[in-house]
């Protein structure tokens, strides 16, 4: 993870995050470390599954997606929640 997204992640608050799978491992653990809520979509059984339905996942569970790919930026299949 970069310094950037360190430093994002180490104010305070907790957030309640679902890590996606292209994502190291161990950015689960160092959120985690920071006091947040991260689960990682290999730790729920959705690995290998279609942006659609960790999306769905991530928005029926409250958690805000961290991705490391642009799949989710097209607006049209996935709406911002506000």
Do not use: Q, W
């Not at 430093?7 to 920071?34: C, H, Q, T």
């Not at 809520?37 to 960790?54: F, K, M, N, P, Y």
């Amino acid at each position: 993870m970069n310094t950037l997204i360190l430093k994002i992640f180490a104010k305070p608050g907790i957030r309640r995050l679902l890590i996606d799978e292209y994502l190291l491992r161990s950015a689960v653990e160092i959120l985690r470390i920071f006091g947040h809520e991260a689960t990682g979509v290999r730790d729920i059984g959705l690995r290998g599954t279609i942006d659609l339905i960790i999306a769905s996942y991530a928005r029926k569970n409250g958690l805000c997606l961290l991705i490391s790919d642009f799949d989710f930026s097209d607006v049209r299949n996935y709406l911002p929640i506000l």
